[in-house]
C-alpha cells in the first residue's frame, strides 16, 4: 500500500464533458471515439462517470496509440464495458493533468 506523504500531488485530474461511443469492447479492452477527446499518451490512467451504463463508468489506462478521437484502452477495475452509440458522459484526467487518485466506492 501506497504511502501518501503530501497531498499536493493528488489530482483528479482536469474534468470535461464529453460525447463518446464504446466500440469493439472485448473483456476489459475497448475503444472510445469522439470528436475532441482530451490528450492522453499510452499508459496514462483516466476515469470516465456518468454513463447511463454503470459498467462503462471506471478507472481506464490509455493502450495504443491514442488520438483526440480514438483511444483504445483497457478497464482497470469493475464490470467490463460494453459497446454504446453515444454517451455524454464525464472524463477525469489528460496528459496536463494527470489522475492520481482514484476512489471506488461499493455500496
Not at 499536493?8 to 475497448?30: K, P
Not at 470516465?48 to 451504463?53: D, E, L, T
Amino acid at each position: 500500500m501506497a504511502l501518501v506523504t503530501s497531498r499536493t500531488s493528488l489530482s483528479q485530474g482536469a474534468v470535461s464533458s464529453e460525447s463518446v461511443a464504446w466500440t469493439t469492447s472485448s473483456g476489459a479492452n475497448t475503444t472510445l471515439t469522439g470528436t475532441g477527446l482530451p490528450v492522453v499518451a499510452s499508459g496514462d490512467f483516466f476515469e470516465i462517470r456518468n454513463s447511463p451504463i454503470s459498467g462503462n463508468n471506471g478507472l481506464y489506462i490509455a493502450t495504443g496509440t491514442p488520438s483526440t478521437s480514438s483511444v483504445s484502452c483497457t478497464k482497470v477495475n469493475g464490470a467490463d464495458p460494453t459497446d454504446d452509440t453515444s454517451e455524454t458522459i464525464s472524463w477525469l484526467g489528460d496528459t496536463t493533468t494527470y489522475k492520481s487518485v482514484f476512489l471506488m466506492l461499493q455500496v
